[in-house]
């Protein structure tokens, strides 16, 4: 990574602090940074970190899963098949404008309050832009690359897989990232509504008992949450995808 990428976060860290010390900013409302890093450190210490962290990243990941699953099936079937479009699409539109969060109270009544209604939660959140970038990605690829497989005797399942999906997979994993984004974005405003452990039910407690830097805290993990995963997709993209090359500014 390059290092004048980070030179805007270290530039607006030592703004914050600034401000925070001098008191330009109510240092109880907005504490400076190294009072943050200060609390971050303990809940590491005392291990309280880790036991929210995992708990919000099982349900994370399994709510996550279970949309690319669904989304890059259904985004693909819907863009190989007229009928399965005008079918689905309807109920994609429908639902798509919806927040997952007026949902969620349905959620507990029909799952309870344990963690299949978060992680219905986090797939129907995360499910949408997986399924509009894979059904653009197979739409963009050129026919005559079907038609190819057709004249040379594949399968339909054969140009599904090595066709259809292959040839979507920049656009999917654009999808992809986006779903990621969301489903942290989903589960700790799922965890502030119904859960008992969780950054977002850390995040909501310090909150409620005034430990400022500890909500500040739980919002950095998130955020570096995000930007770490956020490199290891593209990571992964570069190395499953060597050649896709994106368009040069």
Do not use: H
């Amino acid at each position: 990574m390059k290092l004048r990428k980070l030179s805007s976060p270290i530039i607006v860290l030592a703004l914050w602090e600034l401000t925070s010390r001098m008191g330009w900013i109510d240092p109880l409302l907005v504490p400076p940074p190294s009072l943050i890093f200060v609390e971050l450190w303990r809940l590491i210490i005392n291990g309280d970190l880790f036991v929210a962290l995992a708990a919000s990243l099982e349900r994370v990941i399994a709510g996550f899963l279970i949309a690319v699953v669904f989304g890059v099936t259904i985004g693909a079937l819907m863009a190989r098949s007229q009928w399965i479009e005008d079918a689905v699409d309807p109920l994609v539109e429908l639902l798509r404008p919806v927040s997952p969060l007026a949902i969620f109270p349905l959620a507990i009544l029909w799952f309870g309050i344990g963690e299949a209604s978060k992680i219905f939660i986090v797939a129907l959140a995360c499910v949408f832009p997986v399924i509009l970038n894979t059904y653009s990605g197979v739409r963009s690829i050129d026919a005559s690359l079907f038609r190819a497989s057709q004249s040379l005797g594949a399968s339909e399942t054969e140009i599904f897989r090595k066709v259809a999906l292959r040839g979507s997979l920049p656009q999917m994993f654009t999808g992809i990232r986006l779903a990621w984004g969301i489903a942290l974005i989903v589960i700790i405003a799922a965890e502030m509504i119904g859960a008992v452990r969780g950054i977002g039910y850390m995040v909501l407690e310090a909150q409620q008992t005034l430990r400022v830097e500890r909500v500040f805290a739980g919002v950095f993990v998130i955020g570096l949450l995000g930007f770490v995963t956020d490199l290891g997709f593209r990571a992964m993209q570069r190395n499953m995808l060597p050649w896709y090359q994106p368009a040069k500014r």
